[in-house]
C-alpha cells in the first residue's frame, strides 16, 4: 500500500500537465547503508545488523527514489526507502537460544510540503511539514533448547514530521542539497528523524548526477513490541529535470 501511494505521487509529480506548471525532477539512486533492525520476541529483543561491506559483497542494498516539484515558494516531495536485510550472524545473545536468524522488510515513504521562507542570488531555505508512512516485515526463526521455532512480526505506522531544505549553486554546474526532519512525537515512532547531504552536478540541462550520504532512525514501541531501525551510509544517484 505504501508503495502503490509513492507510485500515485510520482503519477501526479510526472503528469504533463502538472509539469507544465511546475519545476519537476525525479531521482533514482543507490543506498549502501549500515543497517540495524532491533524487535521485541517471546525471547528478547533480536537485532539484525548489515554493515556497508556485507551488503556490497551480497549486492544488497537499500532503493532510494525522490521526486521533487517547485511552483514560486511552494514545495513538493516524495520520498520512498525499500530494504530487505537478512542476518543470521550479528544477532544478540539470548539466554537458551543457540542461534537467530532475522529476515526483514522494511518499506519507507515520506511526503512532503515546503515553503520557501528566505533566498539569496544562489539558493533557498525552506520549511516544511509532512508524513513518514512505515512497514516493516520481519520473519524470524529460532534455534534453542527447547526446539526450533519460527514467526513473523511486522507493524505499519504513520509519522508527522517537520522538516527543513537549503539548496544552494556552488558554481560551474556544480550543486549542493542539505535536508533534515524530525517526526514520531509519540504518534506512531516516539521519535524519527533523518539527514541528507548531497552534492550534485549537471552533465546537461536535464540530467545530473548526485553522490553524498544519508542517515535515517525510527524508534516505534507499540502494543505487540517496539521496533527500531536505524539506516545510515553513502548515497550515489541520477537525476532527471521534467
Do not use: H, K
Not at 121 to 129: C, K, Q, Y
Not at 134 to 155: C, L, Q
Not at 165 to 193: M, N, P
Amino acid at each position: 500500500m505504501r508503495l502503490a501511494l509513492s507510485v500515485a505521487a510520482i503519477s501526479v509529480l510526472c503528469g504533463p500537465s502538472f509539469a507544465q506548471d511546475w519545476d519537476v525532477s525525479a531521482a533514482i539512486y543507490g543506498w549502501g547503508p549500515d543497517t540495524s533492525a532491533t524487535v521485541d520476541t517471546p525471547f528478547g529483543p533480536v537485532t539484525g545488523e548489515l554493515s556497508f561491506s556485507d551488503a556490497w559483497e551480497a549486492l544488497d542494498f537499500a532503493f532510494m527514489g525522490t521526486i521533487t516539484a517547485d511552483r514560486g515558494r511552494l514545495g513538493l516531495i516524495a520520498d520512498t526507502v525499500f530494504l530487505n536485510l537478512s542476518d543470521d550472524r550479528g544477532v544478540e545473545a539470548l539466554p537458551a537460544v543457540n542461534s537467530v536468524a532475522v529476515d526483514s522488510r522494511i518499506g519507507i515513504t515520506s511526503l512532503y510540503a515546503t515553503w520557501q521562507i528566505a533566498s539569496n542570488a544562489s539558493g533557498r531555505f525552506d520549511l516544511g511539514a509532512g508524513v513518514r508512512f512505515y512497514t516493516t516485515d520481519s520473519d524470524i526463526a529460532v534455534d534453542s533448547i527447547a526446539g526450533p521455532m519460527d514467526f513473523s512480526i511486522g507493524d505499519d505506522w504513520v509519522d508527522p514530521l517537520i522538516a527543513v531544505r537549503y539548496r544552494t549553486d556552488l558554481g560551474r554546474d556544480w550543486y549542493a542539497t542539505l535536508f533534515a526532519d524530525v517526526g514520531g512525537f509519540g504518534v506512531g515512532s516516539e521519535q524519527s528523524w533523518q539527514a541528507l547531504a548531497l552534492v550534485g552536478y549537471r552533465v546537461t540541462d536535464r540530467f545530473s548526477v548526485e553522490a553524498g550520504y544519508r542517515m535515517l532512525q525510527s524508534d516505534r514501541i507499540a502494543a505487540n513490541g517496539s521496533i527500531d531501525v536505524e539506516m545510515s551510509g553513502p548515497a550515489i544517484g541520477l537525476r532527471w529535470q521534467f
